[in-house]
């Protein structure tokens, strides 16, 4: 069986300046973005020595992936290369630097000598005691990002900080790099060292591509990202902060629950009847392609299927992935 299919993410920001829009478009590309505008990397593969599936006997040689995990070029604060972590793994000799891209994880995860770096770097307080809370003034701002297919990749720094706990006891506003925090090491079957959430995805667009399930190796599943983090983001993290101060030291946040409604693109009739007869006399595919679309083209495809719109973003594609995955061998 062939899965071919892209699905396209990015989060609201929900708390000290509650913007943007939570977007998740299944099969298309939202408008405006095309694929020559974003960075493709391909997901990392494991195979069985490393904690990955075996092969089935009709493909004995490829290597199958098992979650959406993209190698990382590196880590930067402040446009400051962070060292690598010395942090051993767990039976796996000297992993590759890599992230999961999650969006079942609310916060950001990472080595624990490198995050203590990074809270040591941004707070005094944490820097002197690493038992307190890593609170800073709120109009320090600081960009973490992270380099992906040569392009680094930042984390809004409305999106760094978060409300420091107690802070509007005295009516001020204060910050704490609460977004951050440490994650397990490494180990067989999880060899990321960094596990990004929310707030990565609500300063990056990432597309998530499946590509041919059952052979990889002729099509594999790669990630596209797109940074969204405007040049005026530092000034845009000064007003929230003036606009928290005029609330008593509250920062602005919303609980919205996603709008039930979605808008569904429907196909012309003889394209609809072209894919039910590509489905029932052959192998299935999410997108139309020519015998010979090059494999570019066939990597990063842009056909309408569905567009959903949401206020909220929710985990979805970290348990599907390995679910379809999943169903695709047991069909076979």
């Not at 495809?301 to 909220?312: E, I």
């Amino acid at each position: 069986m062939l899965l071919n299919s892209h699905e396209q993410i990015t989060l609201q920001r929900d708390t000290i300046d509650v913007s943007g829009q939570g977007q998740i478009t299944i099969g298309q590309l939202p408008e405006g973005v095309d694929n020559s505008s974003l960075t493709w990397v391909p997901v990392r593969l494991y195979d069985a020595s490393v904690g990955g599936l075996s092969p089935p006997s009709f493909a004995p040689n490829e290597v199958y992936p098992l979650r959406w995990e993209v190698e990382l070029d590196g880590v930067y604060l402040d446009d400051k290369l962070l060292p690598v972590s010395t942090q051993d793994a767990v039976g796996i000799p000297n992993p590759s630097l890599s992230a999961l891209i999650d969006t079942g994880n609310s916060i950001l995860r990472g080595p624990n000598d490198v995050v203590n770096t990074i809270l040591s770097t941004v707070s005094p307080a944490f820097a002197a005691d690493t038992s307190a809370q890593p609170v800073f003034p709120c109009t320090d701002v600081h960009a973490l990002a992270f380099q992906i297919g040569g392009v680094r990749f930042p984390v809004d720094p409305r999106d760094f900080v978060s409300q420091a706990s107690g802070s509007s006891a005295s009516g001020q506003a204060a910050c704490a790099a609460g977004n951050i925090v440490a994650t397990d090491a490494p180990r067989s079957g999880s060899l990321f060292s960094w596990n990004l959430g929310d707030p990565f995805l609500k300063s990056n667009l990432v597309v998530f591509y499946y590509g041919n399930l059952t052979h990889p190796s002729v099509d594999p599943p790669r990630m596209g990202f797109k940074s969204l983090v405007p040049t005026d983001a530092a000034d845009l993290l000064e007003d929230a902060v003036g606009d928290a101060q005029k609330a008593g030291g509250n920062f602005e946040s919303t609980s919205d629950a996603a709008p039930t409604a979605s808008s569904l693109i429907l196909e012309d009739a003889t394209e609809s009847a072209a894919k039910a007869t590509r489905t029932a006399h052959g192998p299935l595919s999410a997108t139309a392609t020519s015998p010979s679309a090059s494999a570019t083209d066939t990597a990063q495809p842009n056909s309408a299927q569905m567009s959903f719109n949401y206020a909220v973003g929710s985990s979805i594609w970290n348990t599907l992935f390995p679910v379809i995955f999943g169903s695709v061998l047991r069909e076979l």
